[in-house]
């Protein structure tokens, strides 16, 4: 069999040989030789002692929870040493592996804020800190590139979407799907604002989610969070909302779905489909995203005296002029009829027939209309139908909808209210 030995390095051989086997395997090794050239009978030189490192494993590292920072680069000077990572110098940091891999780094003043799947930490940066017998940290300058790391309280992270991270002011936002959550980072620490009404909303949709993707985007037009929650495979139904810091909640949902979310010179903008779309746009009709125009929706709970069974006998709003109720129902499955929006009648026969037909009424810039029950009783011992009136129950959720048209300008919904007395029955 022959042996090739090509020369790999100076004064160096490399031996290559084949095993026959059920797996193939290449191996090699390395002689030196000791004479100059290598030729016969040459002059031989003495090997001094060297250092020798060996290991085992040769195969690629990845340290997630580690950072490793290079050289400087300075622009103004021509100096680029962004390339330069001198294993002799103290340029890496490393955090808590037990909490997962970091996934985005923030720098925040000379701060350097660290998301790690299940934590959250800031490093001193161009300082560090000297602790007193008290434990109190005193910031001092130094060489340091990334001095001392110290963890937020909580155990919080941000899983493996860094994607939902946003920032505005001192406060940011992005969410944990492990622990089921949305949280807040500012500087009192970590809040949790999924648990502002929607702790239930959030837990049971990141289960659902088997890959979830959480995009975050601050809506510098509106001043809210929103976040698009989604699975990669687009086997669950996305959702996009918003949460309000001066209401301290959760107040829209959208009907897109957007792949980035932007806040570019007090306008929001979002992508989709490899386009980019500008939100809150005077000249489209309202609801409309991505070309296609959606109709605006109100729930409401009627919730008063929930002890108490009532029959919920009217239903009136203050507003624009282009809602209807499309549906109301209690919590025993009564239900009412849909009543249509309000129209202006414009002679008499429409105003006769307005009294006659099942839509809102408008008095003193109010709208009112009385619940019609449509249920169905298998007893026999309660009438129902539209022989009645009113829906009987605990609690009732009502919806209201309004159609986005160039004629109803702003589709704005103050206030929804029901008359209501104790059931007799």
């Avoid at 996305?238 to 980035?260: A, C, H, I, K, M």
């Avoid at 539209?386 to 009502?398: C, D």
Wanted: with cysteine; aromatic share 12%.
């Amino acid at each position: 069999m022959a042996i090739v030995t090509p020369v790999k390095y100076y004064n160096t051989y490399v031996l290559k040989k084949l095993v026959q086997g059920p797996i193939s395997a290449s191996y090699n090794w390395f002689v030196e030789e000791a004479r100059i050239r290598g030729g016969y009978n040459n002059v031989q030189t003495g090997l001094s002692p060297r250092a020798f490192l060996r290991s085992d494993d040769s195969s690629q590292q990845s340290l997630g929870n580690s950072i490793i920072y290079s050289g400087i680069l300075n622009s103004r000077t021509g100096v680029n040493q962004s390339n330069q990572f001198p294993s002799g110098e103290d340029i890496t940091r490393s955090v808590d592996p037990t909490k997962g891999t970091i996934q985005k780094l923030y720098a925040e003043d000379t701060n350097l804020i660290i998301f790690q799947e299940n934590k959250v930490n800031r490093a001193l940066i161009d300082k560090d800190a000297v602790y007193t017998q008290e434990g109190v940290p005193m910031q001092t300058t130094s060489n340091v590139v990334i001095g001392a790391i110290v963890p937020y309280a909580g155990e919080w992270g941000i899983s493996k979407n860094p994607e939902s991270f946003a920032v505005y002011g001192y406060r940011k936002y992005f969410t944990d799907a492990n622990q089921g959550a949305v949280l807040r980072l500012s500087q009192d620490g970590i809040t949790e604002i999924s648990s502002y009404g929607m702790y239930d909303f959030f837990r049971d949709k990141f289960n659902t989610l088997p890959d979830p993707l959480a995009i975050g985007g601050w809506d510098i037009h509106n001043k809210c969070y929103t976040l698009s929650l989604k699975d990669k495979t687009l086997s669950v139904t996305p959702e996009t909302l918003s949460f309000d810091e001066q209401t301290q909640g959760w107040t829209s949902r959208y009907s897109y779905v957007p792949y980035n979310l932007i806040s570019l010179q007090s306008n929001f903008y979002s992508t989709n489909s490899g386009g980019i779309y500008i939100h809150y746009n005077e000249s489209v009709l309202r609801a409309t995203f991505y070309g296609n125009t959606y109709e605006s929706t109100v729930t409401s709970i009627f919730n008063k005296q929930p002890s108490t069974i009532k029959s919920f006998k009217t239903i009136n709003y203050e507003g624009g002029i282009n809602w209807a109720m499309t549906s109301i129902s209690t919590d025993s499955g009564d239900t009412a009829r849909f009543i249509n929006a309000y129209t202006m009648p414009l002679t008499l026969a429409d105003l006769e027939n307005s009294l006659f037909s099942n839509e809102f009424k408008k008095k003193e810039d109010k709208y009112f209309a009385n619940l019609v029950n449509t249920s169905a009783d298998s007893s026999g011992e309660v009438v129902y139908g539209a022989s009645i009136s009113g829906i009987k129950g605990y609690t009732a959720e009502v919806k209201f909808t309004a159609s986005n048209t160039k004629d109803t300008g702003n589709n704005e919904l103050f206030a929804i209210s029901t008359e209501f007395k104790e059931s007799s029955y």
